[in-house]
């Protein structure tokens, strides 16, 4: 597995979750939403924690689980954003929505093929 410095999944969610900590702040403090922000904050931070456990695994059964685990949570956020976007909680920043959305599609793009190829055993944990 590549160091985290040169691996794109690591840089992306990392990225990612920072953007959902800034949409955490602004739908805590000029929205006053808790419910749903808090949701989205848990499950949007929790890829790129489960991403760096997956490549400090001991095993490739352990790497398996924890990006498995990572395209659960990336799903889940994913449904998260939209219900605050269809509910209204983002009107007016739809841009920032579908740049939002836009990055969290790619993330699980990226855990996609890396948990499948990793079920279809491949040998070679470079991303």
Do not use: P
Not at 8 to 26: G, N, T
Not at 53 to 60: F, H, L, Y
Not at 92 to 106: A, K
Request: charged content about 30%.
């Amino acid at each position: 597995m590549k160091t985290s410095d040169e691996n794109i999944i690591v840089e992306k969610s990392k990225a990612f979750a920072l953007r959902i900590i800034k949409l955490y702040k602004f739908l805590t403090e000029k929205k006053k939403e808790f419910v749903l922000s808090k949701q989205v904050l848990k499950s949007g931070t929790s890829i790129g924690a489960n991403v760096r456990e997956g490549i400090r695994g001991q095993t490739k059964a352990d790497f398996y689980a924890k990006f498995n685990v990572s395209l659960k949570e990336a799903s889940e956020t994913e449904y998260w954003l939209e219900l605050l976007n269809e509910s209204g909680y983002l009107e007016g920043h739809e841009n920032d929505f579908q740049s939002l959305y836009s990055d969290c599609q790619e993330v699980i793009r990226i855990l996609m093929a890396i948990t499948k190829t990793q079920k279809e055993g491949g040998a070679n944990c470079n991303v």
